[in-house]
């Protein structure tokens, strides 16, 4: 389906440009981006370029348009003193113009728009919820399992409330969500992850505890605490190369995947890649073609001794938790890869935006 589009996608990130290189033209706005290679289809937003970007939004021949939301509109002064206050504007980089790269979608367009927020927080600021009108499908990252919270203190004071949730806008608004997955990370060699390695441990993390989420530094303790019951629990001291840290994740029959700043974690699609079975806290969210409890994944409630039972009970069974490794490599693989949620993205898109344009 993908192979006759012509697909233009505006953001801090090429996602879609990397999954999809010969249908995708990429508009950078990243704060620092990466030299532009116009004759591959990689473009940084900037004056110069600007006429450019606004022609092939209003081509007719655009299949579709993918956005990635800045998180300050360009006239936030945040955004202006960041811009104006750093080594490369005092180099002659100045990156204000950037931002005003999904800004154009406030005029005439000639496709659909697909809005890909993969940010960590469960809300949409206010300054984007211009292209949450304007858009078919919105793909947010960390959707709360409640939807109507992506307004807390952005459409709505506080938590929107009874009234707030019976006004026919909002719930319109709604319906264009599409959870997302943060999957596999941009640009990783999956033929060079370790995977099916003789175990040497039972349950690996390495991962930050400290500023991180209360999750990780309640869990730290029980993961611990099970090395005094003769499980083995490797817990490095010091941060590791991804090398080391695919090694030892496909060393170890689970891997302890707690929440950071959102759910979602690459971790979550890492490990079963290397074949380790990922021990995840419960989710608060809706989620996009989600791992299934005993079959993917194990998930466990975050009250004291959740985890320690969850672990108990998977290593007591290392033949079924050989199965689950198995089963769920090749369910990351078909569904979180950036190729395939890419294909998602797409494909629901136009879908929802009536078929292919």
């Known amino acids: 389906m993908t192979s006759a589009l012509k697909i233009i996608e505006i953001g801090d990130k090429p996602f879609v440009k990397s999954a999809l290189p010969d249908e995708t033209t990429y508009f950078s706005t990243a704060f620092v981006p990466p030299p532009a290679d116009p004759d591959n289809g990689f473009h940084v937003v900037s004056v ?56 154009l979608l406030r005029g005439d367009v000639g496709a659909p728009i697909a809005v890909v927020d993969q940010d960590d927080f469960p809300l949409i600021n206010r300054s984007n919820l211009f292209l949450l009108d304007r858009c078919t499908a919105y793909f947010k990252r960390e959707l709360p399992a409640d939807r109507w919270r992506v307004f807390l203190k952005t459409a709505h004071a506080n938590l929107p409330s009874h009234r707030f949730r019976l006004q026919d806008r909002y719930t319109e608004r709604l319906a264009k969500i599409r959870p997302l997955s943060l999957g596999l990370p941009m640009g990783r060699d999956i033929s060079s992850m370790p995977y099916d390695l003789p175990k040497t441990s039972d349950i690996f993390f390495a991962g930050r505890v400290d500023g991180s989420s209360w999750v990780r530094r309640t869990g730290i303790e029980e993961l611990r605490a099970l090395g005094d019951r003769g499980i083995k629990v490797d817990i490095p001291d010091t941060p590791l190369p991804p090398e080391e840290f695919y090694r030892r994740c496909a060393s170890a029959w689970l891997t302890w995947s707690p929440e950071g700043y959102g759910w979602e974690c690459f971790r979550h699609y890492e490990a079963p890649v290397c074949g380790s079975v990922p021990v995840c806290n419960l989710p608060p969210l809706e989620r996009h073609r989600p791992m299934r409890d005993g079959e993917h994944a194990v998930f466990y409630p975050v009250e004291p001794g959740g985890l320690t039972q969850a672990v108990v009970a998977a290593l007591a069974d290392k033949q079924r938790l050989a199965g689950m490794a198995v089963a769920a490599r090749a369910f990351v693989l078909e569904n979180h890869t950036p190729r395939a949620i890419a294909s998602y993205i797409v494909e629901e898109a136009l879908m929802a935006a009536g078929g292919k344009r």
């Open 48 to 103: 110069a370029t600007m006429p450019l970007l606004r022609r092939v939004l209003q081509d007719r021949e655009t299949s579709l348009i993918v956005c990635h939301p800045t998180f300050f509109s360009p006239w936030h002064w945040r955004w202006i003193s960041r811009a104006l206050f750093n080594r490369r504007t005092l180099r002659g980089h100045i990156p204000l113009v950037r931002a005003f790269g999904p800004q």
